[in-house]
């Protein structure tokens, strides 16, 4: 099986930068996308073929992908952004995977 | 607006079945691979199984294969979760998710709201 692996949480002051990784063997090599999730709701696109942003997401959330890591990065963080977050991938034999996710705390 | 809605979740004993459905509308519903997507109570999210549009392909996750049957009718923009022998472990919040893909790569977007399924006697 292949697998995503996340910080459990990461913290961040309002206005500052947030950095959130996705470790996987050789994820380079494929795309990733990111979903954030807010208590109670379902899951959002927000990145997706590693650094595209799907229509009505903010500027301030940027991702990249390379070698074993793909990164969501959340620029200028506002309290509106804490949420859990998951990274993604998909490939034809692994097929659908999450990552193990990461709580973003807006201090 | 592209929308999907699930329903069918309850409570369920163990070794019992049950069926969850996710109607799809503003989108051509049969162009677009689908999946469902789990989340235990507190716990990550999980893909369950996927179906690809024409529903010719199907996948699933080690753990529901053999228990678990995705299908789907086009001419009513309808997805399906039938799910047999239920365990414990299957109790989670059941989301169905538009499947995009584009040149090697793919995504969800949308999902459901999601319908909640419990295993317990």
């Known amino acids: 099986s292949y697998d995503l692996t996340q910080p459990p949480s990461v913290s961040v002051s309002p206005g500052q930068t947030a950095s959130i990784t996705c470790s996987g063997d050789?994820?380079?090599?494929?795309?990733a996308s990111w979903y954030q999730q807010k208590p109670g709701q379902s899951p959002v696109l927000v990145i997706y073929?590693?650094?595209k942003r799907p229509s009505g997401i903010p500027e301030r959330f940027s991702g990249s992908n390379s070698g074993n890591t793909a990164t969501l990065t959340i620029s200028g963080t506002q309290a509106m952004d804490e949420a859990d977050y998951y990274c993604h991938t998909w490939d034809s034999s692994t097929r659908c995977v999450f990552g193990t996710g990461t709580k973003v705390t807006v201090l | 607006e592209v929308q999907l809605l699930e329903s069918g979740g309850g409570l369920v004993q163990p070794g019992g079945s049950l069926r969850l459905s996710c109607v799809a509308s503003?989108?051509?519903?049969?162009?677009?691979?689908m999946s469902w997507v789990r989340q235990g109570p507190g716990r990550g999210l999980e893909w369950v199984s996927g179906v690809s549009g024409s529903g010719g392909r199907r996948d699933y996750v080690d753990s529901v294969k053999g228990r678990f049957t995705i299908s789907r009718d086009n001419s009513k923009n309808m997805l399906y979760l039938e799910m047999n022998v239920v365990r414990i472990e299957d109790t989670a919040k059941y989301f169905c998710?538009?499947?995009?893909?584009?040149?090697?790569?793919?995504?969800?977007?949308?999902w459901g709201q999601g319908t909640l399924v419990t295993v317990s006697s």
């Open positions: 050789k994820l380079g090599d494929k795309y």
């Open positions: 073929q590693d650094n």
């Open positions: 503003g989108f051509s519903f049969s162009t677009y691979a």
């Open positions: 998710a538009r499947d995009i893909a584009v040149a090697g790569s793919a995504w969800l977007d949308p």
